[in-house]
């Protein structure tokens, strides 16, 4: 039997997507071939029932394939791939590598769409932008949409968006990682317990992006709502703006898209 799918690079992003199109019964275990160096890896996409391998050949005769190794491995990949014919479709979660690119590497024939999720995926809650790549057709884009929608919440974009997309929501949650970091640190040397302290920041920011998405409120609305004049709140707040978090959080986003975008060049 032919897989129907298959996927090069089960880390723990590809296990996510791997995991969630089964659960949600998008895909059997028996219909997936995955395929990755690391024998642990491997093992552990056996346990879900798929079969398994460490060679990238073993995925052509698969109608769908889904690329999920670091960039810098995609080379030796594609060299194990190609050429792809044109009746198989490629779903790249490599960051900074262009549909058109992956499709050259991989003989000019292979219908791409590239997506970027993030690693909340792997507790189903991911945000994956798709963008409809070189040769690829709106049904491509949906089967993407179906897979990437099991594990979280899905969005389309143009390509051309896709540097930007990968500098907020793709290297996204490790900004968010890096506050709640800075708030345990300042409950800790206020003399907060250091669990108490990590529990605090955990829950705030669990439900702070609740609020924000259940509300569907503007941001700055939501901020100000918790903001009274002369108290606690406006006084951080105002700390915060002096210091230029703003900005300073702007430059971070920049400076991400442009490494993605330099990527992309090399």
């Known amino acids: 039997m032919e897989a129907r799918l298959g996927m090069i690079g089960v880390g723990n992003m590809g296990q996510a997507i791997l995991r969630g199109a089964i659960e949600a019964g998008l895909l059997t275990p028996d219909e997936v071939i995955a395929v990755d160096v690391d024998g642990r890896r491997r093992d552990e996409a056996a346990a879900l029932g798929c079969r398994v391998s460490a060679d990238p050949a073993e995925v052509v005769g698969a109608t769908q394939c889904i690329l999920a190794v670091k960039p810098q491995y995609f080379a030796d990949v594609a060299a194990a791939l190609r050429p792809l014919p044109s009746s198989r479709v490629v779903i790249s979660i490599m960051a900074g590598l262009s549909s058109l690119s992956i499709r050259r590497a991989l003989g000019d024939e292979a219908r791409v769409v590239r997506v970027m999720p993030n690693t909340p995926c792997q507790v189903g809650a991911g945000m994956s932008a798709i963008a409809l790549g070189a040769g690829a057709s709106p049904g491509d884009e949906a089967f993407a949409a179906s897979i990437l929608g099991a594990i979280g ?25 890096l506050l709640a970091e800075a708030m345990t640190q300042a409950g800790e040397e206020l003399g907060l317990d250091p669990a108490v302290a990590r529990l605090l920041v955990q829950q705030t920011i669990l439900g702070a992006g609740r609020l924000l998405v259940e509300s569907d409120g503007d941001p700055s609305i939501l901020r ?18 002096d210091g230029e978090l703003p900005q300073i959080v702007m430059k971070g986003v920049r400076a991400a898209r442009d490494r993605g975008a330099a990527l992309d060049r090399a």
């Open 153 to 177: 919440r899905t969005v389309v974009v143009d390509e051309s968006m896709m540097h930007a997309v990968t500098a907020v929501s793709g290297s996204g949650p490790a900004y968010v990682f």
């Open 224 to 241: 100000q709502a918790v903001t009274s004049r002369g108290g606690t709140t406006e006084a951080a707040i105002e700390t915060m703006l």
